[in-house]
């Protein structure tokens, strides 16, 4: 799967479990989840402007500086799961193990700092007129063609659909969280990169509240500690908004510790589909631009 987004891999295919066998998250689970789940949203994004932009020609500054945010990210994930990349940390019924002393605080300084690395890159990047002549009007996708298709997250709302499943399925609690879901209005590669950008920022702002309203208690409802535990027979999808797209678990369960079937719905696999018709038309060097602005992990893609 996605290697940059362990986290909320793990977090889909826990819901799934989770809806089947009638497991109850505790609060306080709920909430680490928004947010690693967020910090995973911060990570992607970041590194997608960095490599959009890189491999756009800009030689590696900006790049340079998305790796600085990255590193941070990274940090915060090996201090509370002791992995940077692979993480495993969410379980069924809730999270592994709960919030190191002092890392809700690291979290706070994070989200305090982020928002200058943003405005730093906006001022830097964003109305530079070589960007904007290589990203304005360069593989526009129609809201037509990106629903047909299938294309969720990033690159469907780019387009002027305003679909992002933490507000049509309010999964988890994001019903408790204030957060705009930005949009585009041409579907092209400027377009997509804005979007993140300020997703970015919507993150940071659902961040803010999570730490602000984080509860005590237990993270993991007691029932799926058991030696026992075996979720019942029965079929069910799980599924969130991954920094990606709609990233799904469908699980036939037997009744057995094992799932008798299992299919990924993978964004990245979905998404890749409509590179052909985005870049008819172009040139080879726009197909670059094309592709890096669809953020794709080939993880995903050739499973």
């Not at 998250?25 to 995973?40: D, H, K, M, S, W």
């Not at 997250?153 to 705009?180: C, E, H, M, T, W």
């Not at 079929?235 to 920094?243: D, H, L, N, T």
């Not at 709609?246 to 079937?261: A, V």
């Amino acid at each position: 799967l996605d290697y940059f987004c362990s986290l909320t891999n793990n977090w889909a295919y826990a819901i799934a479990v989770e809806k089947l066998a009638g497991l109850q998250v505790p609060e306080r689970a709920e909430y680490i989840r928004i947010i690693t789940g967020e910090l995973t949203r911060l990570f992607n994004h970041a590194c997608l402007v960095g490599f959009l932009l890189h491999d756009m020609g800009t030689m590696g500054t900006p790049l340079m500086y998305a790796f600085r945010e990255r590193e941070k990210v990274l940090d915060l994930f090996e201090s509370l799961t002791g992995a940077r990349m692979m993480c495993n940390y969410q379980r069924f019924g809730g999270c592994r193990n709960d919030l190191p002393d002092g890392w809700l605080d690291e979290v706070s300084k994070l989200v305090a700092e982020f928002p200058r690395w943003l405005d730093e890159m906006e001022q830097l990047l964003t109305g530079n007129e070589i960007l904007i002549a290589r990203t304005e009007g360069v593989g526009v996708l129609s809201p037509e063609l990106a629903v047909s298709a299938g294309v969720t997250g990033p690159s469907l709302r780019a387009s002027g659909v305003n679909y992002d499943l933490r507000k049509v399925d309010r999964y988890g609690i994001y019903d408790r969280f204030q957060f705009r879901v930005p949009l585009g209005e041409k579907g092209d590669v400027f377009d997509r990169y804005m979007v993140r950008v300020l997703e970015m920022r919507e993150s940071v702002g659902i961040l803010q509240q999570a730490i602000r309203d984080l509860p005590g208690g237990p993270v993991i409802d007691p029932r799926a500690r058991q030696r026992n535990f075996m979720p019942p027979v029965g079929e069910v999808y799980g599924r969130i908004e991954a920094p990606k797209g709609e990233l799904g678990f469908y699980l036939i369960s037997d009744g057995s510790r094992r799932p008798s079937r299992f299919r990924v719905r993978a964004p990245s696999f979905v998404n890749l589909t409509i590179l052909e018709d985005l870049c008819l038309g172009h040139t080879l060097a726009d197909a670059v631009a094309i592709l890096g602005a669809v953020d794709i992990v080939l993880g995903e893609v050739d499973r």
